[in-house]
């Protein structure tokens, strides 16, 4: 028995009688420039779902509380209940996106320092890049919850760029969301998967990632599937 209590672009989420978990179901669904872009990618759900996975899995055993519980079915993942900060929490090595496009730096510029960005999550106003400042004053999280996101990210990225260079990809940026659970804990929560971070080839800069399907540059299935491939099954 399961009841949807909310669709998004890229996942729905079931109430499954339980008052800890809920059930993500990831889609193939992608959409890109805040949905004024909409296509399908044929098996971005299940390639997700198990990136995610794999990549929460890994880093709980890094000491980073995330949102994983279990992967059920094909395209599914039981996780914990939190509440979500309507925030976006973006980690940068090398410009690339956005960023490359505001600064007037070449792709692949790498930056002298991680760059650590928020963005209030609201596709009505094309996702607004945000400062503390401005979190504090709207009561989106408190100082605590933005330094434990910081902290969080951080951590993420160090973690993951390692564990990812040993898979043959750079980690370029990701974005990460989190929530609070009953006890007030800050959970990573949310995806990490081709969809919400720039992975490129380690050798080649090869973009693996949804870059492909914003830029059309074709393969999109291809490179979910060799992100699966390096991440999940070897
Ligand atoms: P950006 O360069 O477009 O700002 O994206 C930075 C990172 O955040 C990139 O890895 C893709 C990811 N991202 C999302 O996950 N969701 C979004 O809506 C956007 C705009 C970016
Ligand atoms: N997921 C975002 C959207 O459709 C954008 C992106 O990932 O580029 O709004």
Redesign the pocket.
């Known amino acids: 028995m399961k009841e949807k209590l909310y669709e998004g672009k890229a996942k729905i989420i079931y109430d499954i009688g339980s008052a800890d978990t809920f059930l993500l179901e990831f889609k193939d669904d992608a959409t890109a420039f805040n949905a004024q872009k909409r296509g399908t990618i044929s098996q971005k759900g299940p390639r997700n779902r198990d990136i995610s996975a794999a990549l929460f899995r890994y880093l709980e055993g890094k000491g980073v509380p995330t949102q994983y519980v279990e992967s059920v079915g094909e395209r599914e993942m039981v996780a914990k209940r939190l509440r979500m900060i309507p925030v976006?929490v973006?980690v940068?090595n090398i410009a690339?996106?956005?960023?490359a496009k505001r600064l007037g730096l070449a792709e692949g510029t790498p930056l002298k320092r991680t760059v650590l960005e928020f963005y209030y999550k609201d596709d009505s106003l094309g996702?607004p890049m945000v400062n503390e400042y401005h979190i504090r004053a709207m009561d989106w999280a408190t100082q605590d919850e933005i330094n434990a996101m910081s902290d969080m990210a951080l951590k993420v990225n160090d973690c993951l760029s390692e564990h990812l260079k040993g898979h043959g990809l750079k980690l370029?940026?990701?974005?990460l969301e989190f929530g609070v659970d009953r006890d007030g804990r800050v959970i990573l929560g949310d995806e990490i998967s081709p969809?919400?971070?720039?992975f490129w080839d380690l050798k080649t800069n090869e973009k693996l990632d949804?870059d492909r399907f914003r830029q059309d540059l074709g393969g999109v299935e291809e490179a979910y599937t060799e992100v699966w491939r390096r991440l999940v099954t070897v």
């Open positions: 976006e973006v940068r690339a996106g956005s960023l996702d370029v940026d990701f974005k969809d919400t971070c720039r949804k």
